[in-house]
Structures are given as C-alpha cells and as structure tokens.
C-alpha cells in the first residue's frame, strides 16, 4: 500500500482473509481486522459500495465478539461512516459518528488521546470550512504530544492540514505548510518514500494554480531520481508520475521535453499492460495535445481516436479523458474544414465536460471552439442558423454557463 501497489495490496488481503477464515473462522476479530483493511483499500480505489459491505460485516463480527476486539471498533465505525458519506446516507453516518465516540470515551476513557482522535475526526467531517482547519490544527499538536513531531502520523496529519489549506484558498500558508511537510518526511525516511513524493506533486499543483509553471515543472524534474527509485523505473506509479511531470514541463517552453517525458510514461504503460486504463487514456490525451501544438494534426487525430475507442469503465476518469477526446477531435476536424464531424464531436465534448464544475476550463474551450467552428463554417457557407449558433454559444461563454 506504502508504494502504491493496489492490485497486490488487494491480492495479499485477500490471502490474509482466506487464511484467517481457514484458521481462525469468518466470526473471529482477526477475520474482522482483514475485511476492515480490504474495506478501507475498496475506498482508497473508489468503490464506497464495497468498501461499506466490508466494513459494514467487520463491524458485526468485531460487535459480537470478546471484549478483547473492542478496541478496533471506534475506527472501523469511523471508516464506515467515511465510505457511507460517499452513498449520501447521512443519518447513518451521524449514528456511526456518536456509536464511534461513545464506544471511545466507554472503552479508553474521555481523556485519552485515542478518543481525543475519534472526536477530532467526527468535528472534522461535520464542520469543514475554517473551523475544519483549527480541528486538523488540533489534531496536529495532538499527534506531535502523543506521538512525536518526527512520527509517520504526525506527517501525514501535516500533509492533510497543507491540503485544507490549498482548497480552502490560502495558497500562500498552504505553501509553507508543504514544505514544512516536505522537511519533516526527509527528516523520518529520507528522499524515497511515497509519503514525501505525495506532498511533492501536491505542491506541485498549487505551484501550477498559482500560474507558477516554472515553479511546477523545476519541483518535479529535482523530485524525478526519487519517483524512480521509490516506485521502481517500470511501475505504472512511476510512469503516472512521468505524466504529470510531462505535463507541467509542456506548460513552460519546453513542449519537445514534455512530449519525450509522455511518451516514456506510455512506453512503460504498454510494456505492463497497463495501457488501456485511465493513465493510458491520459497519456495519449496530452500526446494529442502535443502533436496539435506542432502542426501534426494526423497525430493528433490518431490519439484522439485511440481514446474514444477505449472501453469506459470508469466514468469519472477514462470518461473524462473521452471527453477531452472529443474536444482534441473537433479542434482538428475544424482546422480541416469538416465541419458537420466538427460540429458533431465538439458537442458530444461540451455536454461531456459541462457537467464537471471543478474544471470549468475544459467546457470554456469546448464552448469557444464551438463558436470558432460556427464562424469558420458560416464565413465558408453562410447561413443565418449558423450566425445564431455563434451568437448562442458567446452568450454562453459570457453568462458562465
């Protein structure tokens, strides 16, 4: 899990499962603490309705066992409460919120640190905002009391408050606060850990929301030794890390380096047959990007096509990129004057990427080329519908919607 290894963390869950059912019985706490671990990774690959039955059968068996297992029982009904927020059952999360406080304060007493964590996370969940900052400020100094200002928890609690910090608009503390973050998982691990390269390419994205792109693509070309050494030079975290440094490098004025970086990520993709994912759809997204950039509209068409002939299951990622697919797409055809395929492709693009408001950008361009796509075909074959349609979609650009 540490490296990021997902597919063989599940396997070894799964093992870990099977052998303590084999041992131990499906009702015992260390069957329980194997479905609680398959349940938080279910989660972390974002599959709330799994992780919930996990979780939800751990509870149970943790519940009807010896009191000895009762310490596991405020986390698991915490995690529980986290996967269920993500299925919009509110009154279940908040009975699992004041089960998982009651249990604490019942079993370790209302002063101890541990409780003091269960009721931080509960206020956390339920308050957000800037008071959501002064709890994760709380919990903070509580780790560095209890645990230690050089403890891996006490990082990650650093990283999260840095996190906070970013989207809730304060870039510039947000700023210090990864580095400081950054510091401190050199101080425990040294370069090569996932931990210290998590906050590196958090940075990394408040650098590039900032207009900071330099910044963005210096931070992550001194961090790439350590990515390779960390995830191994052919591992598909390596080469997501290759895409995103392709990424921020082509920002700057040094597209040709970005382009080298992206295809090296596909090459490892392909080589692990990995390439048919989200990070897949990815890398041949911004290769398209790439080739349209420098006149290769052939290129840019083949990438684009190669994404949309993808199989989408996932809908919030490769459906994205399917999407941005559709953009790269009309933005050639128009450059071709095809204009029905354009028109066809860049409004299949629009109502694909309308919906996503954390990324207004993408609908913006794909309104903006539906009015240049208008323009040129009305300048070409004029009619009235067509002068509409421009008018239409700069009102849309111009109201935001």
């Not at 931070?219 to 591992?235: C, I």
Request: hydrophobic share 40%; net charge negative; charged share 30%.
């Amino acid at each position: 899990l540490g490296l990021g290894q997902l597919d063989a963390a599940a396997r070894q869950l799964e093992a870990s499962l099977a052998l303590n059912e084999r041992v131990h019985g499906r009702s015992h706490p260390e069957t329980a603490r194997s479905l609680a671990a398959l349940g938080r990774l279910a989660r972390t690959r974002g599959d709330p309705g799994g992780s919930a039955a996990r979780l939800e059968e751990a509870l149970a068996i943790l519940e009807a066992a010896p009191d000895s297992a009762g310490d596991d029982i405020p986390t698991v009904m915490l995690d529980l409460a986290g996967a269920l927020s993500e299925l919009d059952d509110p009154e279940r999360v908040e009975a699992l919120h004041g089960g998982a406080l009651a249990r604490a304060i019942d079993r370790f007493g209302a002063g101890d640190p541990r409780t003091a964590r269960v009721r931080l996370a509960i206020e956390t969940h339920r308050l957000g905002g800037v008071r959501g900052l002064e709890l994760l400020r709380e919990e903070l100094e509580l780790d560095r009391e209890t645990l230690g200002p050089k403890h891996p928890v006490t990082l990650r609690t650093l990283i999260r408050l840095a996190d906070e910090l970013h989207v809730k608009g304060q870039p510039q503390e947000a700023e210090a606060t990864y580095l400081q973050a950054l510091e401190l998982g050199r101080q425990i691990y040294g370069d090569n850990h996932p931990d210290i390269l998590r906050v590196v390419t958090s940075l990394h994205w408040l650098y590039e929301h900032a207009d900071r792109r330099e910044d963005a693509a210096r931070l992550l070309r001194d961090w790439e030794p350590a990515a390779r050494t960390t995830f191994g030079p052919r591992s598909a975290r390596f080469a997501e890390y290759l895409m995103v440094l392709g990424g921020a490098v082509g920002r700057t004025d040094d597209a040709s380096e970005g382009e080298r970086t992206m295809r090296e990520a596909l090459a490892i993709l392909v080589e692990l047959d990995d390439a048919r994912g989200w990070r897949g759809a990815e890398c041949r997204m911004q290769l398209g990007r790439f080739a349209l950039g420098r006149g290769d509209d052939d290129e840019a068409e083949r990438m684009a096509r190669a994404v949309l002939a993808m199989e989408n299951d996932d809908a919030d990622r490769i459906g994205l990129r399917q999407g941005q697919a559709h953009l790269l797409l009309g933005e050639v055809l128009v450059r071709r004057a095809d204009f029905p395929d354009a028109e066809d492709h860049l409004l299949q693009a629009y109502d694909a990427l309308a919906p996503r408001r954390s990324m207004p950008g993408l609908a913006r361009r794909a309104a903006q080329q539906l009015v240049r796509l208008y323009e040129a075909w009305n300048a070409a074959e004029p009619k009235a519908e067509r002068a509409e349609k421009v008018a239409e979609w700069r009102q849309r650009i111009g109201n935001g919607d």
